[in-house]
DNA sequence: GTCCAAGTGGACGATTGCTTCCACTTATGA
DNA sequence: TCATAAGTGGAAGCAATCGTCCACTTGGAC
């Protein structure tokens, strides 16, 4: 409270214009998270004790709000990347990025989404982190391949695979992530040269109650 | 042409009405794979060359819609796993199941998310059906594992894993199957007991550029 | 051919969400 | 304390979709 007075000045920004900025920022998080990224922007609004007009100060569209209330989480996504390369053993490394990214899509409810919303977009301004993403990346699976750790068929293309499934998986049973940890151990181990069974997670909770394979036929 | 006017009077059911019905089921197929099954009611009837009352006539929540159009999806699947039990090898019948029905969901737009939407009703009347599933699938999990092919660590759960997993990975990236057909590879290799590396269909098309770990930080 | 119940189409009111606009409030610098 | 421009709230105008209602049409039994 104290200090945001004299920050908030020096980028002309009113302090109270800035408070509410988080705010949004907060409420926006919480209820995706609830009711998923397509919720009513004034829910948002309601939920932050602002106006709409407020909101749509700060952020014109649903995707700005969206990009603003998961740009942490993006960073962190982006930061794993560079541990990951900073890790001696490349295979660890390869494993630690898997893992963070997909513990991160586990824990914040609607980043999934915003993530998977984000895909297609490979717009102007972001090419150039995104590429650099992609060739860092690269250089990740290329060393972990040299180790003879990671298979060599294995493709960067995949981890786009495994994300994307991942995603959905985890938007589908927003569980205790049980389903999730699952998922990616079975695939951290397929995704080895030398693949050994290791012990899993315990699996979910889930009884198989879910697998809607019987038909309803006598459609009534 | 010819059957149906008889076949029709049969069951108290005009051959108007009949006929209108299919139509409007060939129609919901149509667009839910173009727009998805959020796609409006209107948008079905037109399509169908029919006014929405007699969309509603016939299916009187779109959730009725959805069930009737996927029901042939929803009848293979059954299928595919009676199917199953009878491949004398057990990890065969066991590989069949998935691919079968991952195979189902990646041709059929739409039928993912359909597929994901049934997916917490486990409902009075289908209870039975699902509960037959249930004891099917855990029958030929039991034998692929006595048989030594299939980890022993596997869980009948990790079905519904993998085919929500799945269900996500195709609906976010409808392209030519090249993504599912990898990602079904990497699991069954998984779920073997004695896993081996053994030759991967080719990988996506997608260059990384789908990755989202750039965070648009600066934010503009 | 005639009749009538089953079936149909499209208009309509209701609901929900988006976005803009404008009169009011308030932080800030002098 | 005051002036002022930045910031705010909520109402109002739109647009899309839902699901119902009712007057009209048509299949099929006789």
Same mark, same amino acid.
């Given at each position: 409270?104290?200090?945001?007075?004299?920050?908030?000045?020096?980028?002309?920004?009113?302090?109270?214009?800035?408070?509410?900025?988080?705010?949004?920022?907060?409420?926006?998080?919480?209820?995706?998270?609830?009711?998923?990224?397509?919720?009513?922007?004034? %829910?948002?609004? =309601? &939920? *932050?004790?602002?106006?709409? !007009?407020?909101?749509?100060?700060?952020? #014109?569209?649903?995707? +700005?709000? /969206?990009?603003?209330?998961?740009?942490?989480?993006?960073?962190?996504?982006?930061?794993?990347?560079?541990?990951?390369?900073?890790?001696?053993?490349?295979?660890?490394?390869?494993?630690?990025?898997?893992?963070?990214?997909?513990?991160?899509?586990?824990?914040?409810?609607?980043?999934?989404?915003?993530?998977?919303?984000?895909?297609?977009?490979?717009?102007?301004?972001?090419?150039?982190?995104?590429?650099?993403?992609?060739?860092?990346?690269? %250089?990740?699976? =290329? &060393? *972990?391949?040299?180790?003879? !750790?990671?298979?060599?068929?294995?493709? #960067?293309?995949?981890? +786009?695979? /495994?994300?994307?499934?991942?995603?959905?998986?985890?938007?589908?049973?927003?569980?205790?992530?049980?389903?999730?940890?699952?998922?990616?151990?079975?695939?951290?181990?397929?995704?080895?040269?030398?693949?050994?069974?290791?012990?899993?997670?315990?699996?979910?909770?889930?009884?198989?109650?879910?697998?809607?394979?019987?038909?309803?036929?006598?459609?009534?």
């Amino acid at each position: 409270m104290a200090e945001s007075s004299r920050i908030t000045a020096r980028d002309g920004v009113r302090a109270d214009a800035r408070r509410n900025r988080e705010r949004v920022l907060v409420a926006a998080r919480a209820v995706f998270a609830e009711h998923g990224i397509d919720a009513p922007m004034a %829910t948002v609004a =309601r &939920r *932050a004790g602002v106006g709409v !007009a407020t909101l749509y100060r700060h952020f #014109p569209t649903r995707d +700005a709000l /969206v990009r603003g209330a998961f740009a942490q989480q993006m960073e962190t996504c982006a930061r794993a990347l560079t541990e990951a390369l900073a890790v001696p053993d490349p295979w660890q490394g390869f494993q630690h990025l898997v893992e963070t990214v997909c513990a991160l899509q586990r824990e914040e409810r609607g980043f999934p989404a915003a993530f998977v919303a984000a895909f297609p977009e490979s717009t102007s301004e972001h090419a150039q982190y995104r590429q650099r993403a992609e060739r860092d990346f690269t %250089t990740l699976v =290329r &060393r *972990a391949q040299a180790s003879g !750790a990671l298979r060599s068929d294995f493709h #960067p293309s995949d981890l +786009a695979v /495994v994300l994307l499934a991942h995603c959905g998986l985890v938007t589908a049973l927003p569980d205790d992530g049980a389903a999730s940890r699952r998922l990616v151990a079975y695939l951290l181990q397929s995704f080895r040269a030398d693949p050994v069974n290791k012990p899993l997670p315990p699996p979910t909770a889930l009884t198989l109650r879910s697998f809607p394979i019987a038909t309803d036929s006598p459609q009534g």
